[in-house]
């Protein structure tokens, strides 16, 4: 019997391309700056330093991608004329932006960031700037490389490291983007196509599984389990194109 697994969208290329010799002379500017560490030091090995162009407080050192706040521009992207031309082609709203710096042989490890797929309202684009044919992402095991001044949409929720394997700093820019109409024909354009949510509203539970899910919640005898159990046995009925049969 067939498995109820629909693959989400890993990654995608997107059309907007920039020059990334005029890119690279806005990250002179920006290399006078402090960058800060990553926040979360058990996250990676090795070096991984970012500055902010929007960020929640309008400080170019404040790097967190805080949830349902308000981003403004920094300082640093009033001196970054490529940058703001970057940020101006992608017609709406953007949150964190931000430049994310790789060491030389640094590793990001693997690791999920929930909600942050085009399904649950937030598309993070990667537009290199410097980087090299040995900085590997690993998106749920597919390796891919981005090059660079291309735009790329990266599905965060999928499980994902990134490994610099060349002797030089990668830097991408990062933009947290709000998907509208605008945005989603962009994506739409490229190939992509929205993931149906999960027909039994559990990932874990598909066609092949979901007998046996719905006898364990009959055997539980908790009083939760038969609202869930309607649920699953309405879901289910559309595998049978009728009412399904009873469990004994």
Same mark, same amino acid.
């Given at each position: 019997m067939a498995r109820n697994v629909v693959q989400a969208t890993r990654w995608l290329r997107l059309p907007p391309a920039f020059d990334a010799g005029r890119l690279r002379a806005d990250l002179d500017t920006a290399a006078a700056w402090h960058w800060q560490a990553h926040y979360n030091g058990r996250a990676h090995r090795g070096g991984w330093t970012s500055i902010s162009l929007r960020s929640?407080?309008?400080?170019?050192?404040? @790097? $967190?991608?805080?949830?349902?706040?308000?981003?403004?521009?920094?300082?640093?992207?009033?001196? +970054?004329?490529?940058?703001q031309e970057a940020l101006a082609a992608f017609d709406c709203e953007k949150k964190a932006v931000r430049l994310?710096? %790789?060491?030389?042989? =640094?590793? @990001?490890k693997p690791h999920r960031d929930r909600g942050g797929s085009l399904e649950d309202g937030l =598309?993070?684009?990667? @537009?290199? @700037?410097?980087?090299?044919?040995?900085?590997?992402?690993?998106?749920?095991?597919?390796?891919?490389?981005?090059?660079?001044?291309a735009t790329w949409y990266m599905n965060a929720n999928c499980l994902h490291a990134v490994r610099n394997g060349s002797a030089r700093e990668?830097?991408?820019?990062? %933009?947290? +983007?709000?998907?509208? =109409?605008?945005?989603?024909?962009?994506?739409?354009?490229?190939?992509?196509?929205?993931?149906?949510p999960p027909k039994y509203g559990d990932p874990n539970i598909d066609d092949a599984n979901v007998d046996a899910v719905i006898a364990a919640l009959r055997a539980s005898g908790?009083?939760?389990?038969?609202?869930?159990? =309607? $649920?699953?046995?309405?879901?289910?009925?559309?595998?049978y194109g009728k009412p399904p049969p009873m469990l004994g």
């Open positions: 929640a407080s309008g400080e170019a050192a404040d @790097i $967190q991608a805080w949830e349902g706040a308000d981003f403004s521009d920094t300082e640093l992207l009033a001196r +970054c004329p490529a940058f994310m710096a %790789l060491a030389p042989g =640094a590793e @990001i =598309a993070r684009l990667h @537009i290199p @700037i410097v980087t090299d044919p040995a900085v590997v992402f690993t998106l749920d095991g597919e390796e891919v490389h981005f090059s660079a001044g990668r830097v991408h820019l990062v %933009l947290d +983007c709000v998907p509208n =109409a605008w945005l989603l024909a962009l994506f739409e354009g490229s190939g992509w196509r929205p993931t149906p908790l009083p939760a389990a038969e609202a869930l159990i =309607a $649920q699953l046995e309405t879901a289910r009925s559309d595998r």
